[in-house]
Protein backbone atom coordinates (compact mmCIF):
# COMPACT_ATOMS: atom_id res chain seq x y z
CA UNK A 1 0.00 0.00 0.00
CA UNK A 2 1.35 2.95 -1.11
CA UNK A 3 1.80 6.28 0.98
CA UNK A 4 0.40 9.59 0.11
CA UNK A 5 1.07 11.76 3.27
CA UNK A 6 -2.07 13.13 3.78
CA UNK A 7 -4.54 12.90 6.72
CA UNK A 8 -7.87 11.45 6.14
CA UNK A 9 -11.11 13.52 6.56
CA UNK A 10 -14.32 11.52 6.20
CA UNK A 11 -12.61 9.29 3.24
CA UNK A 12 -10.76 12.18 1.73
CA UNK A 13 -7.27 12.41 1.52
CA UNK A 14 -6.32 15.93 2.84
CA UNK A 15 -2.98 17.02 2.43
CA UNK A 16 -2.89 19.61 5.36
CA UNK A 17 -1.49 23.30 4.99
CA UNK A 18 0.00 23.72 8.21
CA UNK A 19 3.72 22.88 9.62
CA UNK A 20 5.50 19.97 7.81
CA UNK A 21 7.36 16.90 9.74
CA UNK A 22 8.83 13.62 8.50
CA UNK A 23 9.28 10.48 10.86
CA UNK A 24 12.80 10.47 12.28
CA UNK A 25 14.84 7.09 12.04
CA UNK A 26 15.89 6.86 16.13
CA UNK A 27 19.23 4.71 15.16
CA UNK A 28 20.49 7.53 12.72
CA UNK A 29 17.87 10.71 13.38
CA UNK A 30 17.74 10.75 9.71
CA UNK A 31 14.63 12.35 8.22
CA UNK A 32 12.46 9.64 6.66
CA UNK A 33 10.08 10.59 3.48
CA UNK A 34 7.52 11.27 2.79
CA UNK A 35 6.98 14.65 4.69
CA UNK A 36 3.69 15.17 6.30
CA UNK A 37 1.92 18.34 7.57
CA UNK A 38 -0.16 19.34 10.40
CA UNK A 39 -3.69 20.31 9.41
CA UNK A 40 -5.51 23.14 10.55
CA UNK A 41 -8.90 24.33 12.39
CA UNK A 42 -11.11 23.82 9.41
CA UNK A 43 -10.06 19.98 8.79
CA UNK A 44 -10.54 19.41 12.53
CA UNK A 45 -14.01 20.71 12.54
CA UNK A 46 -14.70 19.03 9.68
CA UNK A 47 -13.36 15.42 10.66
CA UNK A 48 -15.86 15.87 13.91
CA UNK A 49 -18.96 17.52 11.66
CA UNK A 50 -18.83 14.65 9.84
CA UNK A 51 -18.39 12.05 12.64
CA UNK A 52 -21.36 13.71 14.55
CA UNK A 53 -23.49 12.97 10.71
CA UNK A 54 -21.98 9.39 11.03
CA UNK A 55 -23.41 8.74 14.94
CA UNK A 56 -27.21 8.53 14.25
CA UNK A 57 -27.10 5.74 11.78
CA UNK A 58 -23.56 4.21 12.69
CA UNK A 59 -24.57 4.21 16.76
CA UNK A 60 -27.74 2.28 16.29
CA UNK A 61 -26.39 -0.22 13.36
CA UNK A 62 -26.90 -4.03 14.07
CA UNK A 63 -24.04 -5.54 16.46
CA UNK A 64 -23.52 -8.00 13.29
CA UNK A 65 -22.99 -4.66 10.82
CA UNK A 66 -20.41 -3.00 13.60
CA UNK A 67 -18.96 -7.07 13.83
CA UNK A 68 -18.54 -7.53 10.03
CA UNK A 69 -16.72 -3.57 9.90
CA UNK A 70 -14.63 -4.87 12.30
CA UNK A 71 -13.65 -7.79 10.81
CA UNK A 72 -13.31 -5.94 7.71
CA UNK A 73 -10.70 -3.34 9.12
CA UNK A 74 -8.39 -6.64 10.70
CA UNK A 75 -8.88 -8.88 6.95
CA UNK A 76 -7.38 -5.28 5.42
CA UNK A 77 -4.52 -4.84 8.02
CA UNK A 78 -3.54 -8.54 8.00
CA UNK A 79 -3.17 -7.84 4.29
CA UNK A 80 -0.33 -5.14 4.82
CA UNK A 81 1.48 -6.33 7.43
CA UNK A 82 4.66 -6.71 5.51
CA UNK A 83 4.28 -2.74 4.37
CA UNK A 84 4.30 -2.52 8.24
CA UNK A 85 7.02 -4.45 8.38
CA UNK A 86 8.90 -2.63 5.72
CA UNK A 87 7.72 0.85 7.48
CA UNK A 88 7.49 0.63 11.02
CA UNK A 89 10.81 -0.82 12.16
CA UNK A 90 12.34 2.76 10.36
CA UNK A 91 10.23 4.91 12.60
CA UNK A 92 10.62 3.03 15.86
CA UNK A 93 13.49 0.93 15.96
CA UNK A 94 10.77 -1.90 16.57
CA UNK A 95 12.46 -5.23 15.01
CA UNK A 96 10.44 -7.47 12.80
CA UNK A 97 9.01 -9.71 15.20
CA UNK A 98 8.17 -7.35 17.48
CA UNK A 99 6.05 -5.81 14.54
CA UNK A 100 4.48 -8.87 13.41
CA UNK A 101 3.37 -9.73 17.13
CA UNK A 102 2.00 -6.14 17.51
CA UNK A 103 0.24 -6.58 14.14
CA UNK A 104 -1.55 -9.47 15.33
CA UNK A 105 -2.61 -8.51 18.47
CA UNK A 106 -3.92 -5.59 16.52
CA UNK A 107 -6.91 -7.98 14.57
CA UNK A 108 -6.98 -10.32 17.32
CA UNK A 109 -8.28 -7.52 19.29
CA UNK A 110 -10.79 -6.29 16.03
CA UNK A 111 -12.18 -9.61 16.24
CA UNK A 112 -13.03 -10.33 19.42
CA UNK A 113 -14.99 -7.10 20.20
CA UNK A 114 -16.23 -8.11 16.58
CA UNK A 115 -17.29 -11.52 18.18
CA UNK A 116 -18.67 -9.76 20.97
CA UNK A 117 -21.30 -7.04 19.39
CA UNK A 118 -22.03 -10.12 17.17
CA UNK A 119 -23.19 -12.02 20.24
CA UNK A 120 -25.14 -9.13 21.61
CA UNK A 121 -25.95 -9.41 25.10
CA UNK A 122 -22.83 -6.63 26.49
CA UNK A 123 -25.39 -4.44 26.10
CA UNK A 124 -26.69 -5.56 29.40
CA UNK A 125 -30.83 -5.74 28.56
CA UNK A 126 -32.88 -5.34 31.49
CA UNK A 127 -36.42 -4.87 31.68
CA UNK A 128 -38.97 -4.38 34.41
CA UNK A 129 -42.34 -5.47 33.03
CA UNK A 130 -45.33 -3.12 33.80
CA UNK A 131 -48.33 -3.98 36.07
CA UNK A 132 -50.72 -1.72 35.34
CA UNK A 133 -53.14 -3.46 38.23
CA UNK A 134 -50.30 -2.53 40.85
CA UNK A 135 -51.71 -1.08 43.91
CA UNK A 136 -51.51 1.91 45.05
CA UNK A 137 -50.20 3.16 41.97
CA UNK A 138 -49.31 1.42 38.60
CA UNK A 139 -46.12 -0.18 37.76
CA UNK A 140 -44.69 1.24 34.19
CA UNK A 141 -42.93 -0.98 32.46
CA UNK A 142 -39.13 0.16 32.23
CA UNK A 143 -36.55 -1.08 30.28
CA UNK A 144 -32.96 -0.13 29.86
CA UNK A 145 -29.42 -0.72 27.74
CA UNK A 146 -25.86 0.21 27.17
CA UNK A 147 -25.95 2.82 23.95
CA UNK A 148 -23.21 4.54 22.26
CA UNK A 149 -21.90 8.31 23.77
CA UNK A 150 -21.34 9.82 20.58
CA UNK A 151 -17.71 10.74 18.58
CA UNK A 152 -14.37 10.04 20.22
CA UNK A 153 -10.98 11.19 19.86
CA UNK A 154 -8.26 8.84 19.66
CA UNK A 155 -4.52 9.95 20.51
CA UNK A 156 -1.91 7.04 18.89
CA UNK A 157 0.72 5.58 21.04
CA UNK A 158 4.42 6.06 20.86
CA UNK A 159 5.32 2.89 22.38
CA UNK A 160 2.80 0.47 20.81
CA UNK A 161 2.63 2.03 16.91
CA UNK A 162 0.08 -0.49 16.04
CA UNK A 163 -2.11 -2.28 19.00
CA UNK A 164 -2.77 1.52 21.05
CA UNK A 165 -2.63 3.56 17.89
CA UNK A 166 -4.96 4.41 14.63
CA UNK A 167 -6.54 0.50 14.87
CA UNK A 168 -6.04 -0.07 18.17
CA UNK A 169 -7.58 -0.79 21.32
CA UNK A 170 -9.43 2.63 21.78
CA UNK A 171 -10.55 2.47 18.08
CA UNK A 172 -11.44 -0.89 18.10
CA UNK A 173 -13.77 -0.25 21.47
CA UNK A 174 -15.39 2.35 20.17
CA UNK A 175 -16.23 1.54 17.03
CA UNK A 176 -17.52 -1.73 18.43
CA UNK A 177 -19.98 0.46 21.06
CA UNK A 178 -21.09 2.25 17.98
CA UNK A 179 -19.12 5.48 18.31
CA UNK A 180 -17.22 7.47 15.12
CA UNK A 181 -13.51 7.38 16.29
CA UNK A 182 -11.59 10.72 14.90
CA UNK A 183 -7.35 9.39 15.58
CA UNK A 184 -4.87 12.17 16.22
CA UNK A 185 -1.82 10.34 14.63
CA UNK A 186 1.63 10.07 16.84
CA UNK A 187 3.82 12.57 15.15
CA UNK A 188 6.56 9.50 15.68
CA UNK A 189 5.27 7.21 13.67
CA UNK A 190 2.97 8.57 10.85
CA UNK A 191 3.82 7.00 8.02
CA UNK A 192 2.27 3.93 10.25
CA UNK A 193 -0.20 5.44 11.10
CA UNK A 194 -1.12 6.46 7.46
CA UNK A 195 -0.64 2.50 6.60
CA UNK A 196 -3.64 1.80 9.28
CA UNK A 197 -5.65 4.55 8.48
CA UNK A 198 -5.84 3.69 5.17
CA UNK A 199 -6.93 0.10 5.61
CA UNK A 200 -9.45 1.60 7.94
CA UNK A 201 -11.11 4.05 5.54
CA UNK A 202 -11.60 1.28 3.03
CA UNK A 203 -13.07 -1.00 5.17
CA UNK A 204 -15.65 2.12 5.73
CA UNK A 205 -16.19 1.92 2.30
CA UNK A 206 -16.49 -1.83 1.80
CA UNK A 207 -18.70 -1.94 4.54
CA UNK A 208 -20.96 0.93 3.12
CA UNK A 209 -20.81 2.94 6.31
CA UNK A 210 -21.16 6.98 6.30
CA UNK A 211 -17.68 8.46 5.77
CA UNK A 212 -17.64 10.04 8.77
CA UNK A 213 -17.28 7.04 11.19
CA UNK A 214 -13.58 7.18 10.91
CA UNK A 215 -10.50 10.49 10.38
CA UNK A 216 -7.37 10.01 10.82
CA UNK A 217 -5.62 13.76 11.42
CA UNK A 218 -1.70 14.52 11.52
CA UNK A 219 0.04 17.41 13.46
CA UNK A 220 3.39 17.83 14.54
CA UNK A 221 2.89 19.39 17.85
CA UNK A 222 -0.18 19.46 20.37
CA UNK A 223 -2.58 21.66 18.54
CA UNK A 224 -4.65 19.32 16.72
CA UNK A 225 -5.27 17.26 19.98
CA UNK A 226 -6.43 20.66 21.82
CA UNK A 227 -8.66 21.10 19.09
CA UNK A 228 -10.26 17.79 19.43
CA UNK A 229 -11.00 17.65 22.74
CA UNK A 230 -12.33 21.33 23.44
CA UNK A 231 -15.09 20.53 20.17
CA UNK A 232 -18.43 20.89 21.51
CA UNK A 233 -19.62 17.37 19.52
CA UNK A 234 -16.82 15.60 20.65
CA UNK A 235 -18.02 13.53 23.41
CA UNK A 236 -15.20 11.25 24.77
CA UNK A 237 -11.32 11.31 24.87
CA UNK A 238 -9.04 8.06 24.98
CA UNK A 239 -5.05 8.37 25.52
CA UNK A 240 -1.87 6.27 25.91
CA UNK A 241 0.79 8.41 27.17
CA UNK A 242 2.61 10.53 29.83
CA UNK A 243 0.96 11.77 32.73
CA UNK A 244 1.53 15.43 31.98
CA UNK A 245 0.07 14.94 28.07
CA UNK A 246 -3.32 13.03 29.68
CA UNK A 247 -3.64 15.65 32.61
CA UNK A 248 -3.42 18.42 30.14
CA UNK A 249 -6.41 16.37 28.08
CA UNK A 250 -8.38 16.01 30.97
CA UNK A 251 -8.12 19.63 32.19
CA UNK A 252 -8.86 20.89 28.91
CA UNK A 253 -12.10 18.30 28.79
CA UNK A 254 -13.26 19.93 32.16
CA UNK A 255 -13.13 23.38 31.46
CA UNK A 256 -15.96 22.30 28.46
CA UNK A 257 -19.28 24.23 28.88
CA UNK A 258 -19.91 20.29 28.59
CA UNK A 259 -17.37 18.16 30.33
CA UNK A 260 -16.01 15.00 28.85
CA UNK A 261 -14.68 11.99 30.15
CA UNK A 262 -10.97 11.41 29.41
CA UNK A 263 -9.76 7.84 29.50
CA UNK A 264 -6.15 8.20 29.70
CA UNK A 265 -3.46 5.30 30.33
CA UNK A 266 -0.66 7.42 32.10
CA UNK A 267 2.29 6.54 34.28
CA UNK A 268 2.98 3.23 36.11
CA UNK A 269 6.35 2.30 38.19
CA UNK A 270 4.59 -1.19 38.87
CA UNK A 271 5.71 -2.57 41.88
CA UNK A 272 7.07 -6.31 42.57
CA UNK A 273 6.87 -7.13 45.74
CA UNK A 274 8.94 -10.66 47.08
CA UNK A 275 8.45 -12.39 50.32
CA UNK A 276 10.67 -13.81 52.17
CA UNK A 277 10.22 -17.88 51.66
CA UNK A 278 9.99 -16.75 48.11
CA UNK A 279 13.47 -14.71 48.05
CA UNK A 280 15.19 -17.73 49.62
CA UNK A 281 13.55 -21.02 47.31
CA UNK A 282 13.56 -18.70 43.98
CA UNK A 283 15.69 -16.03 44.17
CA UNK A 284 17.82 -16.89 40.89
CA UNK A 285 14.76 -17.80 39.33
CA UNK A 286 13.14 -14.62 40.24
CA UNK A 287 15.76 -12.40 39.35
CA UNK A 288 15.65 -13.81 35.34
CA UNK A 289 12.25 -13.11 35.25
CA UNK A 290 12.94 -9.27 36.37
CA UNK A 291 15.75 -8.67 34.13
CA UNK A 292 13.92 -10.04 31.09
CA UNK A 293 10.46 -7.80 32.15
CA UNK A 294 12.51 -4.68 33.05
CA UNK A 295 14.17 -5.22 29.66
CA UNK A 296 11.56 -5.67 27.35
CA UNK A 297 11.38 -3.72 24.52
CA UNK A 298 14.12 -1.55 26.14
CA UNK A 299 11.50 -0.74 29.55
CA UNK A 300 9.31 0.93 26.80
CA UNK A 301 6.31 -0.81 28.53
CA UNK A 302 3.62 0.71 30.81
CA UNK A 303 3.82 -2.36 32.46
CA UNK A 304 7.63 -2.17 33.35
CA UNK A 305 8.38 -3.20 36.63
CA UNK A 306 10.49 -0.29 38.08
CA UNK A 307 10.29 -0.72 41.57
CA UNK A 308 11.40 -4.23 43.57
CA UNK A 309 10.46 -4.34 47.19
CA UNK A 310 11.72 -6.78 49.59
CA UNK A 311 13.62 -7.56 53.24
CA UNK A 312 17.41 -7.53 53.60
CA UNK A 313 18.62 -10.65 54.19
CA UNK A 314 21.53 -12.85 52.61
CA UNK A 315 19.19 -14.22 50.03
CA UNK A 316 17.90 -10.45 48.54
CA UNK A 317 21.84 -10.38 48.44
CA UNK A 318 21.86 -13.18 45.78
CA UNK A 319 19.11 -12.10 43.60
CA UNK A 320 20.30 -8.03 43.50
CA UNK A 321 23.75 -10.22 42.54
CA UNK A 322 22.20 -11.91 39.75
CA UNK A 323 20.31 -9.22 38.10
CA UNK A 324 23.08 -6.67 38.27
CA UNK A 325 25.29 -9.16 36.13
CA UNK A 326 22.27 -9.68 33.55
CA UNK A 327 21.73 -5.63 33.75
CA UNK A 328 25.57 -4.79 33.04
CA UNK A 329 25.48 -7.58 30.57
CA UNK A 330 22.45 -6.27 28.51
CA UNK A 331 23.40 -4.38 25.47
CA UNK A 332 22.49 -0.70 24.73
CA UNK A 333 19.21 -0.52 21.91
CA UNK A 334 17.38 2.15 19.95
CA UNK A 335 14.67 3.51 22.16
CA UNK A 336 11.51 4.43 20.03
CA UNK A 337 12.29 8.13 19.50
CA UNK A 338 14.67 10.88 21.10
CA UNK A 339 11.79 12.20 23.19
CA UNK A 340 11.80 9.14 24.74
CA UNK A 341 15.20 8.52 25.14
CA UNK A 342 15.65 12.18 26.56
CA UNK A 343 12.92 11.66 29.09
CA UNK A 344 14.91 8.07 29.86
CA UNK A 345 18.30 9.91 30.52
CA UNK A 346 16.83 12.91 32.37
CA UNK A 347 15.32 10.15 34.73
CA UNK A 348 18.57 8.24 35.20
CA UNK A 349 20.15 11.94 36.06
CA UNK A 350 17.31 12.56 38.91
CA UNK A 351 18.11 8.46 39.94
CA UNK A 352 21.95 9.59 40.73
CA UNK A 353 21.49 12.90 42.22
CA UNK A 354 19.26 11.29 45.11
CA UNK A 355 21.47 10.51 48.37
CA UNK A 356 21.06 6.85 49.49
CA UNK A 357 20.67 5.81 46.25
CA UNK A 358 23.50 3.35 44.47
CA UNK A 359 23.53 2.06 41.08
CA UNK A 360 24.61 -1.32 40.21
CA UNK A 361 25.12 -1.14 36.53
CA UNK A 362 27.50 0.79 34.83
CA UNK A 363 26.77 4.31 32.91
CA UNK A 364 27.25 2.54 29.70
CA UNK A 365 25.03 -0.71 30.13
CA UNK A 366 22.09 -1.02 28.57
CA UNK A 367 20.24 -1.26 31.90
CA UNK A 368 20.00 0.18 35.23
CA UNK A 369 19.83 -1.33 38.14
CA UNK A 370 19.71 1.04 41.78
CA UNK A 371 19.59 -0.11 45.09
CA UNK A 372 18.35 2.08 48.45
CA UNK A 373 16.68 1.67 51.82
CA UNK A 374 13.37 1.71 53.04
CA UNK A 375 14.14 4.44 55.11
CA UNK A 376 15.59 6.47 52.38
CA UNK A 377 12.52 5.55 49.76
CA UNK A 378 9.68 6.36 52.47
CA UNK A 379 11.71 10.02 52.57
CA UNK A 380 11.73 10.73 49.04
CA UNK A 381 8.56 10.18 47.89
CA UNK A 382 10.01 11.38 44.10
CA UNK A 383 11.75 7.90 44.11
CA UNK A 384 8.85 6.00 43.04
CA UNK A 385 8.48 8.51 40.42
CA UNK A 386 8.64 6.35 36.60
CA UNK A 387 11.63 6.63 34.72
CA UNK A 388 10.22 5.04 31.41
CA UNK A 389 12.91 2.62 30.28
CA UNK A 390 14.95 -0.21 31.09
CA UNK A 391 15.94 0.80 35.05
CA UNK A 392 14.28 -0.65 38.36
CA UNK A 393 15.28 0.11 41.84
CA UNK A 394 15.48 -2.14 44.70
CA UNK A 395 14.23 -0.99 48.02
CA UNK A 396 15.69 -3.05 51.17
CA UNK A 397 13.15 -3.52 54.13
CA UNK A 398 14.18 -3.99 57.52
CA UNK A 399 10.69 -5.21 58.47
CA UNK A 400 7.62 -6.54 57.30
CA UNK A 401 5.97 -3.35 58.94
CA UNK A 402 8.06 -1.06 56.63
CA UNK A 403 7.26 -3.16 53.41
CA UNK A 404 3.40 -2.65 54.16
CA UNK A 405 4.33 1.34 54.75
CA UNK A 406 6.07 1.39 51.31
CA UNK A 407 2.62 -0.22 49.62
CA UNK A 408 0.21 2.52 51.82
CA UNK A 409 2.65 5.32 50.05
CA UNK A 410 2.18 3.84 46.59
CA UNK A 411 -0.17 5.83 43.60
CA UNK A 412 -1.82 4.45 41.75
CA UNK A 413 -0.40 1.94 39.63
CA UNK A 414 -1.44 -0.45 36.58
CA UNK A 415 0.23 -3.64 38.18
CA UNK A 416 1.64 -5.21 41.16
CA UNK A 417 2.74 -7.76 41.48
CA UNK A 418 4.22 -10.45 44.56
CA UNK A 419 6.20 -13.06 44.58
CA UNK A 420 5.56 -16.34 47.16
CA UNK A 421 4.99 -19.46 48.76
CA UNK A 422 2.39 -20.95 49.37
CA UNK A 423 2.98 -21.31 53.27
CA UNK A 424 3.35 -17.44 53.80
CA UNK A 425 0.34 -16.00 51.77
CA UNK A 426 -2.00 -15.68 54.64
CA UNK A 427 0.71 -13.78 56.75
CA UNK A 428 0.93 -11.18 54.40
CA UNK A 429 -3.17 -11.03 53.19
CA UNK A 430 -2.97 -7.46 54.41
CA UNK A 431 -0.36 -6.61 51.71
CA UNK A 432 -2.70 -7.73 49.20
CA UNK A 433 -5.82 -6.20 50.53
CA UNK A 434 -3.37 -2.75 50.38
CA UNK A 435 -2.17 -3.60 46.46
CA UNK A 436 -5.81 -4.37 45.77
CA UNK A 437 -6.63 -0.58 46.28
CA UNK A 438 -3.36 0.47 44.57
CA UNK A 439 -3.48 -0.98 41.30
CA UNK A 440 -5.61 -2.44 38.93
CA UNK A 441 -4.25 -5.65 37.98
CA UNK A 442 -2.63 -8.40 40.74
CA UNK A 443 -0.07 -10.51 39.76
CA UNK A 444 1.03 -13.30 41.99
CA UNK A 445 4.68 -15.39 40.92
CA UNK A 446 4.77 -13.59 37.27
CA UNK A 447 5.96 -10.58 35.73
CA UNK A 448 3.60 -7.39 35.20
CA UNK A 449 4.55 -7.18 31.07
CA UNK A 450 2.54 -9.00 28.66
CA UNK A 451 -1.18 -7.78 28.51
CA UNK A 452 -3.60 -10.21 27.76
CA UNK A 453 -6.18 -9.62 25.69
CA UNK A 454 -9.14 -10.77 26.51
CA UNK A 455 -12.64 -10.54 28.19
CA UNK A 456 -11.33 -10.74 31.70
CA UNK A 457 -8.07 -8.39 31.64
CA UNK A 458 -7.99 -4.78 33.95
CA UNK A 459 -5.49 -2.74 32.10
CA UNK A 460 -6.00 0.70 33.92
CA UNK A 461 -5.93 1.69 37.78
CA UNK A 462 -6.42 4.01 40.48
CA UNK A 463 -4.97 7.85 39.33
CA UNK A 464 -2.19 8.45 38.57
CA UNK A 465 -1.94 5.49 36.47
CA UNK A 466 -4.96 6.27 34.45
CA UNK A 467 -7.48 9.55 35.02
CA UNK A 468 -10.22 7.18 35.78
CA UNK A 469 -9.83 4.05 37.39
CA UNK A 470 -12.89 2.42 36.91
CA UNK A 471 -12.16 1.56 33.56
CA UNK A 472 -9.90 -0.59 31.60
CA UNK A 473 -7.90 -0.03 28.09
CA UNK A 474 -7.36 -3.32 26.76
CA UNK A 475 -10.08 -6.03 26.30
CA UNK A 476 -13.73 -6.17 26.00
CA UNK A 477 -14.75 -4.58 29.47
CA UNK A 478 -12.58 -1.36 27.93
CA UNK A 479 -16.00 -0.72 25.57
CA UNK A 480 -17.91 0.42 28.62
CA UNK A 481 -15.78 3.65 28.65
CA UNK A 482 -17.59 5.17 25.26
CA UNK A 483 -21.34 3.86 26.11
CA UNK A 484 -24.08 5.27 28.83
CA UNK A 485 -27.21 3.62 29.98
CA UNK A 486 -30.33 4.49 28.58
CA UNK A 487 -33.73 4.04 30.31
CA UNK A 488 -37.06 3.57 28.01
CA UNK A 489 -40.68 3.94 30.05
CA UNK A 490 -43.85 2.95 28.71
CA UNK A 491 -42.49 2.50 25.16
CA UNK A 492 -44.69 0.08 22.83
CA UNK A 493 -42.79 -2.48 21.71
CA UNK A 494 -42.58 -0.96 18.00
CA UNK A 495 -40.18 1.74 19.07
CA UNK A 496 -38.35 -0.35 21.28
CA UNK A 497 -34.52 -1.25 20.20
CA UNK A 498 -34.66 -4.66 19.21
CA UNK A 499 -32.31 -5.92 22.44
CA UNK A 500 -35.27 -4.85 24.71
CA UNK A 501 -38.50 -5.70 22.44
CA UNK A 502 -40.43 -8.79 23.50
CA UNK A 503 -39.61 -12.23 22.15
CA UNK A 504 -36.28 -11.78 22.40
CA UNK A 505 -35.61 -11.11 18.71
CA UNK A 506 -31.74 -11.07 18.69
CA UNK A 507 -31.85 -13.94 21.50
CA UNK A 508 -29.09 -12.45 23.54
CA UNK A 509 -28.76 -12.56 27.82
CA UNK A 510 -31.54 -10.39 29.42
CA UNK A 511 -32.63 -9.41 32.91
CA UNK A 512 -35.94 -9.71 33.12
CA UNK A 513 -37.48 -8.93 36.28
CA UNK A 514 -34.05 -9.38 38.48
CA UNK A 515 -33.39 -12.62 37.08
CA UNK A 516 -31.16 -13.35 34.18
CA UNK A 517 -32.83 -15.23 31.39
CA UNK A 518 -30.44 -16.84 29.05
CA UNK A 519 -31.62 -16.72 25.30
CA UNK A 520 -33.09 -20.36 24.12
Known sequence: MSLKACSIVAGRSTPGCGTAFHAVRPDSGESIEPA???????????????????????????????????????????????????????????????????????????????????????????????????????????????????????????????????????????????????????????GTSELAGLAVSEAVRECGLHEGVFSLLFDSGYEVGRALVAHPLVKAVGFTGSRAGGLALAKIAAARPEPIPVFAEMSSVNPVFILPSALAARASEIATSLHASVTLSLGQMCTCPGLVIALRSPDLERLIERLAARMTATQPGVMLNSGIEHAYREGLDRLSAKAGVRRLTSQDSGAALWRVSGAAFTHDPALAAEVFGPSTLIVECNTREDMLKIARSLEGQLTATVHGEATEWAQHADLLHVLETRAGRLILNGVPTGVEVGPAIVHGGPYPATVDGRSTSVGTRSILRFVRPVCYQGFPNLLLPDELKEGNPLSIRRMVNGAIVEPR
Request: with cysteine; aromatic share 8%; hydrophobic share 45%.
Open 36 to 190: YHSVGPAEVDAAVQAAYAAFQEFGSSPGKARGAFLRAIADRLDAIVDDFVARTPLETGLPEARVRAEAARTTGQLRLFAGMVEEGSWVDARIDSGDPARTPAPKPDVRSMLRPTGPVAVFGAANFPLAYSVAGGDTASALAAGCPVIVKAHPAHP
